[in-house]
Each structure stands twice: as C-alpha cells, then as structure tokens.
Antibody, heavy 121, light 107 residues
C-alpha cells in the first residue's frame, strides 16, 4: 500500500522557519516526482513546490519562491520542505503528494495526512 | 495562470440521486483535468484523471467527461460516503491550479 506520512509543522512567529518532512513507502520512490501543496479556507488548494524523481529539477510557486526549498533523499524515501521568512499568509494545512510521473506535472495520488502550519505572533 | 471555475458551489441531493458537478477552465486544457474528493478532516483523494479515467479503486458510479474548457464529474447514484467536497485540477499549464470546490451535501 502506498503511504505518505508527514511530520513537522506547528506554530511559528512571523519571520521564523519550519521544516516539513514526508516519508514514503509502498512504491519506488525515485521513480516519482513529489509535491507540496497547501490549503486554506480562503484560498483553497494551492500548489507550493515540486521536485523530480532524481531531485535535479525543482519548481516553486511565486508565493514561496526564494523563501522555501524542497529536497529529497532517495535513500531514505523522504521529501522535505524548508520554509524560511514565514509570513502570516503562509498559515495553512500543508500536504505532500506523490506525482504520477518522474517529472513534475503528473497527477497527485496519494496525499499525506496533512500538517498545520500556523504563523502568528 | 489558468483559472478553474466550479459550479455549483453547493449541491444538495439525496442518497440514490444523480449528481453532476461542473468545472470550467479559463482556456483550453485539452483533457488534462483531474477530480479529487475531500471528506471532512481528510486529505484530497484522486478520483478521475485525464478527464475521464478512474483512479485505482474508485467505484464505477464516478465518471468524468469533457475536453477543452468544459468538464463534468458525474456520480450516478449517491452513496452516503459520497457527500464531500470535490475539486477539479488542471495540469495543462504550469502552475497546476485547482478549482474552488463544490460541496455535495445531503438534502
């Protein structure tokens, strides 16, 4: 069974940093791009970042570019999202999701359980 | 950025009825559209990809249709577990984007 288990998240002050992690099992991890998305009541679902199966190609939404960094460890089947200079509007539930192909842009299936990031003073 | 507009925002139906949910794209996305279901407190789940292909394990009562700018998710006979929020997503152009969702509620 394909599973994604997220860790990290929590409460952080504006300007602070957080690292989200997602552990994968049940599939050949290096064969699939991995993605981070977030969800808020106001903005709905928003793609945040993607990384290719090898880790060589990464992409970011304009809203987080320069403040976030995605990385993966194919020996440990994990993908991380390092978030810096956090802002109040980064507050959201963050999900990792497996891509259906090696490069970015495939369908998202499955998703992790989600983790809440709350940015507040 | 491609904008996806879903309608209606809320759909009130009874178990056993047929549901039709709409997703309209701001420009042609060919068939590069997916549908996701999100139940309360859960992560989204892929139902349909490439407009009309059911994902693994998805019941046959779920079907998708459309191409270009207009797409439909149909649930042929609603089961109690189908009452949830449904999102469409496009991957035709980067960045991939989502619709704002349709809430399917019990009448």
């Amino acid at each position: 069974e394909v599973q994604l288990l997220q860790s990290g998240g929590g409460l952080v002050q504006p300007g602070g940093s957080l690292r989200l992690s997602c552990g994968a099992s049940g599939f050949t991890f290096s064969n699939h791009a991995m993605n981070w998305l977030r969800q808020t009541p106001g903005k709905g679902l928003e793609w945040v970042s993607s990384i290719s199966g090898s880790g060589a190609d990464t992409s970011y939404a304009d809203s987080v570019r320069g403040r976030c960094s995605i990385s993966r460890d194919n020996s440990k089947n994990t993908v991380d999202l390092q978030m810096n200079s956090l802002r109040v509007d980064d507050t959201a539930v963050y999900y990792c999701a497996k891509g259906s192909q090696w490069l970015r842009g495939g369908w998202l299936d499955p998703w992790g359980q989600g983790t809440l990031v709350s940015v507040s003073s | 950025e491609i904008v996806l507009s879903q309608s209606p925002a809320t759909l009130s139906l009874s178990p056993g009825e047929r549901a039709s949910l709409s997703c309209r794209a701001s420009q042609s996305i060919r068939i590069f559209l997916a549908w996701y279901q999100q139940r309360p407190g859960q992560a989204p789940r892929l139902l349909i990809y490439d407009a009309s292909n059911r994902a693994t394990g998805i019941p046959a009562r779920f079907s998708g249709s459309g191409s270009g700018t207009d797409f439909t998710l149909t649930i042929s006979s609603l089961e109690p577990e189908d009452f949830a929020v449904y999102y469409c997503q496009q991957r035709s152009a980067w960045p991939q984007t989502f619709g704002q969702g349709t809430k399917l509620e019990i009448k």
